[in-house]
């Protein structure tokens, strides 16, 4: 528990040290390019990369960053760090308070503690699995809602746009839009909306913490096929990601299967 604490400080020692760096830009008022993928990339994102690459891996740790060129010696490592400095770079360039900073530690291929920073709504997630999760150092858990009727579930919001969440309309639970997965997978871990999911592909780094963070709560995140994700891969896409409650998990993925099938 002594090992996991002091995780636990660097990471929310990198947060705040993250938090600072962010404070030389301004979200709506920043110039993005695109990357290789057409992904938007900000001198926000390099410059967080910058701080937490210098402050979270030590000794024979591993890394694994979006703003970092890979490396597979990571591969060999059983304790690595997975971020990504800047999630929701779309909603930072467009002034929306959908971004945040995500730090997820993975041991053995298991995320097992995790930090999520929204400077934009002062909300900072914080734990593992032993200590459990805090939001802004007030314990939290995921929501106890017995059913999906009337849940509230957050979908990205590209995806609601491009009209892929049609196919549950009238399904009974409320779709709210949202821009940063790993924002969205720490407000299920805080308890502050039901469920998210996403059925198309994302990456290590924009799921780790966040992982980290709902199973710390006491919820489930899980491929759309039902297995566990398993972390620091060689191949770092997933197809897409299911979070909620224990509870809800059957009912979802009931819903997902009918509506993906057209039933």
């Known amino acids: 528990m002594a090992d996991r604490e002091q995780d636990l400080t660097r990471i929310a020692d990198a947060l705040v040290a993250a938090g600072k760096a962010l404070e030389a830009f301004t979200p709506g008022a920043i110039e993005a390019r695109k990357k ?50 800047l999630d929701g770079t779309k909603e930072f360039v467009e002034g929306l308070p959908e971004w945040c900073v995500s730090i997820g530690l993975v041991e053995h291929g298991q995320p097992v503690a995790g930090g999520i920073l929204n400077p ?9 699995l032993e200590t459990g999760v805090t939001l802004n150092g007030k314990p939290v858990s995921v ?10 579930v957050m979908a990205s919001r590209s995806e609601v746009r491009r009209g892929e969440w049609q196919i549950f309309d009238g399904a009974g639970f409320d779709i709210e839009p949202l821009g940063s997965v790993a924002f ?31 199973r710390a709560a006491g919820g489930v995140v899980r491929l759309p096929s039902g297995e566990e994700p398993r972390f620091n891969r060689a191949d770092t896409l997933y197809p897409g990601l299911i979070t909620c409650p224990r509870q809800l998990w059957d009912p979802i993925a009931e819903v997902i299967r009918l509506r993906a099938s057209g039933a």
Do not use: Y
């Open 120 to 128: 934009a709504t002062g909300e900072t997630l914080l734990g593992s």
């Open 184 to 214: 969205k997978l720490a407000l299920v871990a805080a308890g502050k909306i039901d469920a998210s999911w996403t059925l198309v592909p994302k990456n290590e780094w924009d799921v780790a913490a966040g992982t980290a963070l709902v």
């Open 143 to 152: 929501s106890d809602r017995p059913s999906l009727a009337g849940a509230r």
């Open 36 to 85: 290789a993928g057409g992904s938007p990339v900000t001198e926000a994102d390099h410059a967080v990369n910058e701080v937490l690459l210098a402050l979270l891996p030590r000794g024979d740790e591993g890394w694994l960053s979006e703003e970092t060129a890979d490396s597979p010696e990571r591969l060999s490592k059983w304790r690595v760090w997975v971020v990504d400095p």
